[in-house]
């Protein structure tokens, strides 16, 4: 498993010199009890059995445990993006904060801005994200990113070739055995990075390029902070989207691991506001292209 040094060593390189693995929670790095602010939100197993119980907490997040089978945190929870959050000028070329920042995205994508600034501040909208990362650890995903096709699990940003692979299988059939696969992706299920699983995520509510009813679903689990996904955006996804539609879809659900990529699951919600007018994907890609603007900036 990466450390951190290994993380920040794979960015510095120009190209992975082994399948990349996905980021996963480090428990060495939480910052226990750090205060989020009114305007976030992450819904976790029990907040969705509690959660008007929640709205208007200001909650942290926690993960502890063997991160190959992480508990699922403690509590976590969040409200909504405070309309007046922000005093900078949204669209800057240097935004101060995260909301300046999701507002100039919002701005560069035609968005209503008084609309997202509303859905930013509806403490619901963050129920998703608690449902899709409850649904993840169901699925023992443990890092990102994490992809179904179909019922085979694939564990980060591995080659084109592999995806190329898997996929290919799929329109054939959809093999039952490794034995119907290349000596690559039997070493990648040695290896804990490639399996044929029972079940397959539900993606009922989660934004989807492609036919819903397509033969191949690719579901993948992503966090918009992570640089392994990010990555994966980069050099798979230009490809891939050639060849979405019917028989072939990408749906996304969100796993932010927030103890390392604090401003993870604020992007999500801003990408989920964009959803709303229709534009999820392109704050999608807006959000990986600007990972290095927004990923430090200070909440507000």
């Known amino acids: 498993m990466h450390t951190m040094e290994d ?42 059995l509690i959660g008007a119980f929640l709205i208007g907490a200001v909650l942290w997040i926690r993960l502890d445990g063997d991160e190959s089978s992480p508990a699922p945190p403690e509590l976590g929870g969040f409200t909504s993006i405070a309309p007046d959050a922000s005093d900078g000028a949204p669209g800057s070329a240097s935004p101060r904060t995260l909301l300046d920042a999701f507002l100039g995205y919002a701005g560069e994508l035609g968005l209503d801005a008084g609309a997202f600034r509303q859905c930013l501040a509806d403490g619901s909208k963050s129920e998703v994200i608690g449902a899709q990362y409850q649904r993840g650890l169901q699925l023992e995903v443990t890092g990102t990113p994490t992809f179904f096709i179909n019922n085979k699990k694939v564990v980060g940003a591995q080659p084109a070739a592999v995806f190329d692979e898997v996929i290919a299988a799929e329109l054939r059939g959809s093999p039952s055995s490794l034995d119907a ?41 992503s966090d918009f902070q ?30 932010p691991i927030q103890q390392v990529h604090p401003n993870a699951p604020y992007a999500a919600l801003a990408s989920i506001c964009a959803g709303e007018q229709g534009k999820f994907w392109p704050m999608h890609d807006l959000l990986f292209q600007r990972q290095d603007e927004w990923a430090s900036l200070p909440l507000n």
């Not at 920040?8 to 428990?27: C, F, M, N, V, W």
């Not at 955006?233 to 996304?252: K, M, N």
Request: glycine fraction near 4%; hydrophobic fraction near 40%.
């Open 226 to 255: 992570c640089p392994f996904c990010k990555q994966w955006v980069e050099r798979y996804l230009p490809s891939l989207r050639q060849r979405l539609g019917d028989d072939i879809a990408l749906a996304y659900l969100h796993f």
């Open 181 to 221: 696969y290349s000596d690559t992706i039997r070493r990648l299920a040695e290896s804990g990075r490639f399996a044929i699983v029972d079940s397959v995520p539900d993606i009922s509510d989660a934004p989807i390029e492609g036919s819903r009813d397509a033969k191949v679903i690719i579901a993948e689990f």
């Open 7 to 48: 993380i920040r060593e794979h960015e510095s390189a120009d190209g992975p010199q082994r399948p990349a693995l996905p980021e996963q929670p480090d428990a060495s790095s939480v910052s226990m009890g750090r205060e989020l602010p009114l305007w976030t939100a992450f819904l976790t197993p029990a907040a969705v």
